[in-house]
């Protein structure tokens, strides 16, 4: 069955620092992977997603992810956190049928000090 | 606008009322989700439609009731709601295959 672990449900960085927001997924077909960001009573974003081909996706506002197989993981990356990137993100696996149901991690609250 | 657009924003209802929450998509896509979300608690999945059909249902109480007449709607119906029942409804669609979701900004309920 399909799962995603998001490590660490609160992160803290201060501006300007690197974000690394760490997932890692137990599949058992070759994984989509997804990363939703989510902002103060809004619903959830697409920041970016995983289907196939390169294994580093760029995606919108600076974030990327890469995808390691020999790690199960996807973590999201950004090299300069601003002040608008506080937000939840979550990371998501499709359920390894047909049909386009996600399977979602637990959420990681990214707060950015000045 | 995401494409997916969810009225209303927010709603304040009695436990004694009777409401529903609306959510439409022209994407194109042929399945649809109702998701509660509560402060501090993961995203629950509450209910799926693949092509107007409900093809899960997550233990969701009775007074929680979808439909979807059609596969640009979906609705859900509340009634006798519980103070605990109040939390961010999200609906979301999603494409046949491997697309991924699209959300609507939700609808933020409280129950009093």
């Not at chain 1, 386009?100 to 991690?105: A, N, S």
């Not at chain 2, 799926?48 to 109480?61: A, F, G, I, T």
């Not at chain 2, 007449?69 to 979906?74: G, V």
């Not at chain 2, 509340?78 to 939390?87: M, R, V, Y």
């Given at each position: 069955a399909q799962s995603v672990t998001q490590l660490g449900s609160h992160v803290s960085v201060s501006e300007g620092a690197l974000v690394l927001l760490r997932c890692n997924y137990s599949s058992s077909v070759p994984p989509y992977l997804f990363w939703y960001v989510q902002y103060p009573n809004q619903g959830l974003q697409l920041l970016l997603k995983y289907t196939t081909g390169a294994t580093l996706v760029k995606g919108i506002n600076g974030f990327e992810a890469e995808f390691k197989k020999s790690e199960t993981s996807f973590h999201l990356t950004k090299p300069s956190a601003h002040m608008?990137?506080?937000?939840?993100?979550?990371?998501?696996?499709?359920?390894?049928?047909?049909?386009?149901?996600?399977?979602?991690?637990?959420?990681?609250?990214?707060s950015v000090k000045p | 606008?995401?494409?997916?657009?969810?009225?209303?924003?927010?709603?304040?209802?009695?436990?004694?009322?009777?409401k529903s929450l609306k959510c439409e998509q022209h994407l194109g896509h042929n399945a649809m989700y109702w998701y509660k979300q509560s402060a501090?608690?993961?995203?629950?999945?509450?209910?799926?439609?693949?092509?107007?059909?409900?093809?899960?249902?997550?233990?969701?109480?009775?007074?929680?009731?979808?439909?979807?007449?059609?596969?640009?709607?979906?609705?859900?119906?509340?009634?006798?709601?519980?103070?605990?029942?109040?939390?961010?409804?999200?609906?979301?669609?999603?494409?046949?295959?491997?697309?991924?979701?699209?959300?609507?900004?939700?609808?933020?309920?409280?129950?009093?």
């Open positions: 608008s990137d506080a937000a939840e993100y979550f990371c998501a696996v499709n359920d390894g049928n047909q049909g386009g149901k996600l399977i979602f991690g637990q959420g990681t609250e990214l | 606008e995401t494409g997916v657009t969810q009225t209303p924003r927010h709603l304040v209802m009695g436990m004694t009322n009777k501090k608690k993961p995203l629950e999945l509450m209910f799926v439609y693949s092509l107007e059909e409900r093809v899960e249902n997550n233990s969701v109480p009775s007074r929680f009731s979808p439909e979807c007449p059609n596969s640009s709607h979906l609705f859900l119906h509340l009634h006798t709601l519980q103070p605990e029942d109040s939390a961010l409804y999200l609906c979301a669609s999603s494409p046949r295959g491997q697309g991924g979701y699209t959300f609507g900004s939700g609808t933020r309920l409280t129950v009093v």
